[in-house]
């Protein structure tokens, strides 16, 4: 079991930054492929960002690129997500993924094997 808690979340202006923190215990993290994923009202919950088991290889969805950066601490067993120039349709609910197998291109949520709580990100225009 790998249990996943996400922080970092809150109320934004548009243009803004957050930064969003994923705590990771249990089994090995570095064993772990990591991803970001976000779920607003009435939508399917869609991939945000992913990256590799040591952190060399990153994969982010066309709409967030350039202005989102994951990354990962083994040594700490966290992953990050940085979101400058927030936008109001940036607005979702963020969730935390840990898969062992990999990931797909594009990820999909069905290829997670844990989740986090979720949390929630609100962007004000």
């Known amino acids: 079991q790998v249990q996943l808690v996400e922080s970092g979340g809150g109320l934004v202006q548009a243009g803004g930054s957050l930064r969003l923190s994923c705590a990771a215990s249990?089994?090995?993290?570095?064993?772990?492929?990591m991803g970001w994923f976000r779920q607003a009202p009435g939508k399917e919950r869609e991939f945000v960002a992913t990256?590799?088991?040591?952190?060399?290889?990153?994969y982010y969805t066309d709409s967030v690129k350039g202005r989102f950066t994951i990354s990962r601490v083994n040594a700490k067993n966290t992953v990050y997500l940085q979101m400058n120039s927030l936008k109001p349709e940036d607005t979702a609910v963020y969730y935390c993924?840990?898969?062992?197998?990999?990931?797909?291109?594009?990820?999909?949520?069905?290829?997670?094997?844990?989740w986090g709580q979720g949390t929630q990100v609100t962007v004000s225009s």
């Open positions: 993924a840990a898969n062992q197998a990999g990931w797909g291109r594009p990820p999909t949520s069905y290829e997670a094997d844990y």
């Open positions: 990256i590799s088991w040591s952190g060399g290889r990153t």
């Open positions: 249990g089994r090995t993290f570095s064993n772990y492929v």
